[in-house]
Each structure stands twice: as structure tokens, then as C-alpha cells.
């Protein structure tokens, strides 16, 4: 085994991210604490910022700069308390913190104000004057209704003109519209404003190191890419459980559900790193493409069938990990009579000529027994004519997984003899666990997205045809649901999710993977 190496610093042939500033709207936000401010925490530590690096929040809320710093500074001391998120200190490295600390500055405005911009493009001047430079990325951790509005005000006050002296870029979160229709509404909006190479869609998944690594194992190891086709591969499994409700977010969630916060964004991304051709390089537009062009082979169900290849779900009272949960319908801002899906599983199939046949079964859901994203690719049964008569059994098919989050890693089962006099099969996993042979600490995911954009790299943002695709995909979903019909299939909190989805797999003669500890 390899000698573990620190993650806490910048890789020899990387350069600290240019000077800038990070404009956050939505600063007083749960983004903001629960992952951005982290984030930047650990580019600190890393090194990774310049130090004429600062952030600006902007918010409706009065405050001022001292009770902002105290604010973000008591939620990250709680993080590190409470564990158990997608930040995973085991202590809050003060120095670092201090450093980001004494570079937060607070705007008080309203978004649709006229006078918030004007305010904030004097501080950018200013800051120019100070420091040289006018570089700024401008981060949208509000509500997606804010989206449009937001860029038009900075288009209006001329501060998404860049120069010699400065870039302007945009980081619009997700979800980017909520149907087909509203995400190409939203995306020529914007695109009147700022240029495609100015809008950074996020998505922090594609900021998870194992997600990255999808295509290094594909495309840097001969032994897999013969074996990543129709020919070989049965099935894949996408998965991704929560084991939180919806807690606070009622109000978002019941005007969102699973579909629209999870599927065209983060679960269609991990299923294009899985089904992607190779690239003719790792330029961002080159790797972009292959993945439209994987998200645009989704088969198009009519309706009828978007019905029958899909299961919604909505978690009921139980408990997960020994903490008692009410059911949804009686969360804070939920509608007692609420038909949104906390979860749901798909049948999806890819028709082109790598995949075709072979059906991609997607699941996701709130509420579920264990927290976990993975991607699991189920190669077919090898055939079984030598174990014939013998006391071995058929031969269960090979696995390979890559585990996501919690525990970032991959790992292949395959079968072995028993030791014994007789032939019998056994299961036995080799397994790859980044923390083994990597000293990698945790990370949310935006430590790698925040500085690709501060030095100019879309490679793992998405592009207005890869958003349109994947709405365009699970449309025929919405549609389907959006009928009187479409109800929800209720599900014990703690639980796998409805029966309803495992026989949506049965029926295809294929079961999911187990939610539990042990896998």
C-alpha cells in the first residue's frame, strides 16, 4: 500500500486561484453555512485562495460585517460539533478560519433593487482601485425564483462586463427551472445578459472525488473499457439515499419533490460520467459534449409508459437511526393532504449503440435507512455450464460500485472457492477506500467547483444543452404525474423506500442493491 498523502494542500502542479472576489447572494442562507462557507474554509487551508481573495454577502437581512463573521462563525463551530454532514471536521483549524473570517464583508439589499447593484459595483470599483484587479464571480445561493432576476440587475448595472483588468462570472445553483419550458425560458434570459462561457451551472456532486474518478477508471485501465457495453454489463443501479427529511425546506420542497430537486441535475450527471463516451481530451467542451450526447439517447417515454417505468414515493412515521420521524405531511409548511414525492425510482434506457438494452434503474428518496450515493454496475452471469452438478451453485454476477458518499471509494465482487474438499462459491469483495491510500480529508464537493471557477475551468459545470437535455428527459415523467392519477406510494421512514419500487425491479427479474450498514 502506497504511503497516505495530505489533501490540505494544493497539488504540485496547481496554482492558488487568481484574486477575486466572491459576491454571495443569499449570504444569511443554509447554503451558505451548511456547505459554501466550508468549502472556502478549506481552500484557506489548502492554500488555494490569493490573499487579496474576498467574499461580499449579499441579503435583505440588516446586519453588519461583525455580526455577519460572528454568525458564519458560530454555524461552522456547529458544524464541527454536530458532524454527520457533507463537512466532517473533527476541529475547526482557527487559523484558516480567521483567514476567511477577516475577508468577509456584508451587503445589505434587496434582489430586485436597483440601488443593491449600484452599492455593490462601487465596492467592486473600489476594490479594483485597492487591489489591481476587478475579477468577480457572482454566486447565486438564493431561490431559484431569484435566478433571472438577479442577472438581469448585474447585466443592468454593467457589472457582468469583463475587461482586461477583470473576469465576471456567474454560479447559478440548482434546480435550474422546474420543466423543459422554464429551463429553456431561464436559459435564454440569462444568455441575453452574459455569454455561455460566463455561466457556471453547478451541481457539487460532479466536485466528489470518486465522481471524477469514474472516468479515470474507465479511460486509464485497460481491463474495463472492453467490458463497459451492452456485451457484458446486465444493468446499472444509481443511488441516492438521504437519511434527513426535509427538516426546514417544506416550503421549497413541496413545490419541488424529489424529481425536480435530484434527477435532471445531480442523478442524470452521475449517470453521464457512467455511460459517456470517451473524449477526444479532458477540455471542458469535450467532455461536455459526450455527456449531452448521452443525456440526449435517454429514451423519451410517452407518458403511458413514464407510468409504468416509474414509482413516487413520500416517507411515513418511523424512525431512522434510532431518531423517531413524522411523516411528511406533517412537517412544518407541508400540506396535510400533500401528494409530492419525497422519493423516486426510474427504468431509464440509453439508446445508442453502446448501451442499448441494457436498463438503467435510477433511486432516490429522503427518510431512508442509511445515507449513501452510489453507482452499481451489475455485469451479466457468467455461464454456467461447469459448476453443473456440483455443490458450488450458479455463480452470482460480478458487481462493481462506486461509493460516492458517504465512505468515497470502489469496490468489485467477485467469486472464489470456499476452501474446503468440495467446489462451493463464495462471495468476496476487493474494495478500494480512497482514505486508505489517500490522506484525504473531507470535503463537501464546492472546494474543487469554487476553484475551477475562480480560474476559469467549466469542465465540471453544465452547459444550457446538457440542463435542456435532461429536463427533457424526465418531462414525460412530469407529465405522467401531473395527472389526476398520480398519486404516491407511502414508505416507512428508516426503510428502503415503497414496495412499489422493488417491484419495478422483481418484474424485470433484478432486485436492488440492500440499504443497509453492511454494504
Known amino acids: 500500500m502506497s504511503t497516505p498523502v495530505s489533501a490540505r494542500h494544493l497539488p504540485d502542479d496547481a496554482e492558488p486561484a487568481p484574486p477575486s472576489t466572491l459576491v454571495v447572494f443569499g449570504a444569511s ?14 481552500l484557506a487551508r489548502e492554500k488555494a485562495l490569493d490573499p487579496a481573495f474576498e467574499v461580499i454577502g449579499v441579503d435583505h437581512l440588516e446586519r453588519g460585517e461583525d455580526d455577519f463573521r460572528a454568525y458564519l462563525t458560530t454555524s461552522m463551530q456547529a458544524l464541527v ?21 477577516g475577508r468577509l464583508r456584508y451587503l445589505t439589499g434587496d434582489f430586485d433593487d436597483p440601488e443593491t447593484y449600484r ?35 448585474l447585466g443592468a448595472a454593467g457589472l457582468t462586463r469583463e475587461t482586461e483588468k477583470g473576469f465576471r462570472r456567474i454560479v447559478i445553483e440548482k434546480p435550474f427551472g422546474t420543466d423543459l419550458a422554464s429551463a429553456e425560458a431561464l436559459n ?31 479511460f486509464a485501465n485497460g481491463f474495463f473499457e472492453p467490458l463497459w457495453n451492452r456485451d457484458h454489463i446486465d444493468h446499472v443501479q444509481i443511488t441516492a439515499a438521504e437519511t434527513v427529511g426535509v427538516e426546514h425546506r417544506g416550503r421549497f420542497y413541496e413545490a419541488t419533490g424529489a424529481l425536480r430537486d435530484m434527477v435532471p441535475n445531480h442523478m442524470f450527471q452521475l449517470l453521464a460520467m457512467t455511460a459517456m463516451e470517451a473524449p477526444n481530451s479532458f477540455g471542458a467542451d469535450a467532455v461536455r459534449s459526450e455527456k449531452a450526447k448521452v443525456i440526449e439517447a435517454v429514451r423519451r417515454w ?28 406533517q412537517e412544518p409548511d407541508v400540506a396535510p393532504d400533500s401528494t409530492t414525492e419525497t422519493y423516486v425510482a426510474l427504468k431509464l434506457m440509453i439508446d445508442n449503440w453502446r448501451w442499448a438494452s441494457v436498463p438503467f434503474y435510477i433511486r432516490t428518496g429522503k427518510s431512508m435507512a ?37 465512505s468515497e471509494g470502489i469496490s468489485l465482487r467477485f467469486a472464489a472457492k470456499v476452501p474446503g474438499r468440495t467446489v462451493r462459491l463464495g462471495e468476496v469483495d476487493m474494495d478500494f477506500r480512497y482514505s486508505d491510500y489517500f490522506a484525504a480529508e473531507p470535503s463537501t464537493g464546492y472546494e474543487t467547483l469554487i476553484y475551477d471557477c475562480l480560474i476559469g475551468d467549466p469542465t465540471l459545470f453544465q452547459r444550457a444543452d446538457n440542463i435542456e437535455a435532461g429536463w427533457s428527459a424526465v418531462q414525460p415523467f412530469l407529465d405522467c404525474w401531473a395527472q389526476p392519477s398520480g398519486g404516491v406510494h407511502l414508505y416507512k421512514s428508516g426503510g428502503s423506500g415503497p414496495l412499489a419500487a422493488d417491484a419495478l425491479m422483481k418484474r424485470d427479474g433484478r432486485a436492488w442493491l440492500p440499504l443497509s450498514p453492511a454494504v
Request: proline content about 6%.
Open 370 to 406: 442509511v445515507r449513501r450515493t452510489e453507482i452499481a454496475i451489475q455485469f451479466k452471469q457468467a455461464p454456467s455450464i461447469l459448476f453443473r452438478g456440483t455443490p458450488a451453485g450458479l455463480p452470482d454476477p460480478n458487481l462493481l460500485v462506486f461509493r460516492i458518499q458517504p
Open 29 to 42: 442562507g443554509d447554503l451558505t453555512k451548511r456547505l459554501l462557507m466550508p468549502a472556502l474554509y478549506n
Open 188 to 218: 435564454r434570459r440569462i444568455l441575453k445578459i452574459a455569454g455561455e462561457s460566463q455561466l457556471y451551472r453547478i451541481d457539487h456532486f460532479l466536485g466528489k472525488e470518486t465522481v471524477q474518478n469514474i472516468m479515470v477508471l474507465r
Open 302 to 329: 410517452s407518458p403511458e409508459e413514464a407510468g409504468e417505468n416509474s414509482v413516487r414515493g413520500q416517507y411515513d412515521a418511523g424512525s431512522v437511526l434510532g431518531r423517531p420521524m413524522r411523516p411528511y405531511t
Open 81 to 101: 460539533k454536530e458532524g454527520g454532514g457533507e463537512f466532517e471536521a473533527a476541529r475547526l483549524d482557527l487559523q484558516a478560519w480567521n483567514w476567511i473570517a
Open 119 to 153: 452599492r455593490l459595483a462601487e465596492r467592486l470599483e473600489k476594490r479594483a482601485k485597492e487591489n489591481g484587479h476587478a475579477n468577480a464571480v457572482f454566486y447565486l445561493a438564493t431561490a431559484p425564483r431569484f435566478f433571472g432576476t438577479v442577472i438581469e440587475r
